[in-house]
């Protein structure tokens, strides 16, 4: 589980919801012995909520930690790490599980745990790091699923039902409210769009289900805020209409493709909107347009504010990027924007975008797929180098300690920003070849030979 500080946030998350005409959300009933309750409920959802172990190897040592005296110290011996973490049975037949990338994001062997105690190896369908959702696949029958909701119609106040596996203990129920809506902040190098809520999250949770009063999914827990890793009633969970477009394309590609609209923003704020005569407070401000993209093919100009999307409301660049994050290439949509001399709606189509990836020309790193580093990928914005995408297992990177989301910054200290670039410098290459790899926050050495 990822964390990082505003305070400390560890990913996991849950919520509640008032009783809301869309949603017809039975209240607690009361049963037999007199007492309201919500037993009934958790009785047909709680089968559907997984404990996820992943069982990996970390290389520790000086080696993969210090390039400048890693030659002198010989390798030491990987270490077996366990995590664990939460999932929900989203497909019954065909034994999908939602879950988060970072509770299986180390690799390793992934076991599922079902409420009546079978175990199964899962395969990972896939992973997206930038919405922090990943979908295993596992080979049992009699299974049963969470019906998935619709996380647009949730308002707060509603009540909602937070399960998960906390601190490895076991399956756990808590409760209380959506606190919010369309939060972001917690992750910015990904795409946003969290439920807050004030049901008691803790590590775990992760990958466990935000569940309404009517039984069904309205989220996936991620994420917590907690000056000492605790509860503190601000937990967060990624929305289910979210969740299912992105696990939709794992299904189909093994990964998320997304479209490009091709502009930069920033935020409006009432300053900027008093100097450039604008009606509006509030919105995506569009400071470049690129050449030949979408955006220009719409109309679209530097100086335009983006305030809805599809007539959803657009407040900040955020905003605008969370919901273009989940769009595919050649999906269409209508953009409301306000200029000086009034408002109008635009028809945009996502274009493809244009990061390419290859397959490294070395032999030292066949079996790697590489990419220029991009917007949404780890490492964006922190260092310059070429991303791994993905290692096929059992291949000459995967055996010289190559992993996907790493990101290769030099080759015996030459700084490479192409896949050509990393080619060429390893062909130069007499003898062994040192790469400096950057591995979510961490520097690393690596040595092939």
Request: net charge neutral; no cysteine.
């Amino acid at each position: 589980m990822f964390v990082r500080r505003i305070a400390l946030v560890l990913l996991l998350g849950v919520g509640l919801a008032l009783p809301a005409p869309v949603f017809s959300q039975a209240m607690p009933e009361i049963d037999r012995r007199g007492i309201p309750t919500i037993a009934p409920l958790l009785q047909k959802v709680t089968p559907a909520v997984v404990n996820i172990t992943v069982v990996s190897e970390n290389n520790t040592g000086t080696y993969t930690q210090d390039p400048f005296f890693s030659p002198f110290f010989a390798p030491q011996k990987p270490r077996r790490q366990v995590s664990a973490g939460s999932g929900v049975i989203v497909d019954a037949q065909k034994g999908y599980v939602l879950t988060n990338n970072h509770v299986v994001e180390s690799g390793g062997q992934v076991t599922v745990t079902l409420k009546d105690k079978r175990s199964f190896d899962a395969t990972i369908v896939g992973r997206d790091k930038a919405t922090d959702l990943a979908l295993l696949q596992i080979p049992a029958e009699n299974l049963t699923a969470i019906p998935m909701g619709d996380s647009e119609k949730l308002l707060v106040g509603d009540f909602v039902v937070a399960i998960g596996n906390p601190f490895d203990l076991g399956q756990t129920v808590t409760s209380g409210i959506v606190s919010a809506l369309g939060r972001s902040g917690i992750n910015p190098e990904g795409y946003e769009d969290f439920i807050q809520t004030d049901a008691s999250i803790n590590p775990g949770n992760s990958g466990g289900a935000l569940i309404t009063y009517d039984g069904k999914l309205v989220g996936i827990n991620t994420a917590i805020i907690a000056p000492s890793g605790g509860n503190v009633g601000i937990g967060f969970a990624i929305p289910i209409n979210m969740a299912r477009a992105v696990m939709d394309q794992l299904v189909e590609f093994g990964q998320v493709h997304r479209g490009l609209l091709g502009i930069t923003t920033q935020d409006l704020t009432p300053e900027i909107a008093d100097a450039l005569g604008l009606s509006v407070t509030e919105g995506a401000l569009v400071a470049q347009v690129e050449s030949g993209s979408a955006a220009q093919d719409a109309g679209l100009q530097p100086g335009d504010v983006i305030v809805a999307i599809n007539d959803e409301t657009i407040s900040d660049s955020r905003d605008l990027r969370g919901h273009l994050g989940v769009m595919r290439p050649g999906t269409e949509f209508s953009l409301k924007i306000v200029r000086r001399d009034g408002t109008r709606i635009v028809k945009a189509k996502l274009k493809e975008t244009s990061t390419a990836r290859w397959t490294a020309q070395s032999r030292l790193l066949n079996g790697a797929v590489l990419a220029p580093l991009t917007q949404g990928m780890p490492g964006y914005g922190q260092v310059q180098g070429v991303a791994v995408i993905d290692v096929a297992r059992g291949s000459p990177a995967a055996r010289f300690g190559l992993r996907p989301e790493d990101v290769i910054l030099t080759v015996n200290k030459m700084p490479v920003q192409t896949v050509q670039d990393l080619d060429q410098a390893i062909a130069q290459s007499r003898r062994a070849v040192a790469m400096t790899i950057w591995r979510h926050g961490a520097l690393l050495y690596l040595l092939i030979r």
